[in-house]
């Protein structure tokens, strides 16, 4: 496996962990949606976190890892939360997170890790079980979703 690779997965691992020290139940690991993916996917009593994690080994370019999450990234994420909410027939409020790590590469140590709850807020149009955006049928696990 390569590297940066192994870099991604374990601060996957890490995110994961801090989603469960903050009362989260994580439900789902890059989750995948036709060209769509999350990272993370957890719940709690009242709540459904969909998590964009960015690991990196520096701060490349000036940029801190979550300063990678741009608006492309957002709605993409957004509609990932959409198809995941309708296909799965969840009633918890999603909130969208963005967790930055950045580790040590050869000891994995995480040095600083930051984690944005509720980092922002989608169009209402996309989230929702009667509000469906995007194409009128999506195909997914040869399951159909959507109208």
């Not at 930055?100 to 989608?122: R, S, W």
Request: hydrophobic fraction near 35%; glycine fraction near 8%; proline fraction near 3%.
């Amino acid at each position: 496996m390569a590297e940066h690779n192994i870099i991604g997965q374990k601060g996957e691992e890490v995110a994961c962990e801090t989603m469960r020290k903050k009362g989260f139940r994580v439900v789902d690991t890059n989750w995948k949606f036709g060209h769509l993916e999350m990272d993370v996917i957890a719940v709690n009593r009242t709540k459904i976190a969909f998590v964009e994690v960015k690991t990196r080994t520096t701060s490349f370019g000036g940029k801190r890892p979550e300063e990678y999450v741009d608006e492309l990234k957002r709605r993409r994420m957004a509609a990932a939360a959409n198809a995941y909410i309708k296909f799965n027939g969840i009633e918890l409020t999603p909130r969208f997170d963005i967790i930055g790590i950045t580790m040590d590469p050869n000891t994995y140590e995480v040095k600083e890790l930051t984690h944005l709850e509720d980092a922002f807020l989608p169009p209402q149009r996309t989230i929702g079980k009667s509000s469906f955006s995007g194409q009128g049928k999506w195909h997914h696990r040869g399951r159909v979703i959507g109208k």
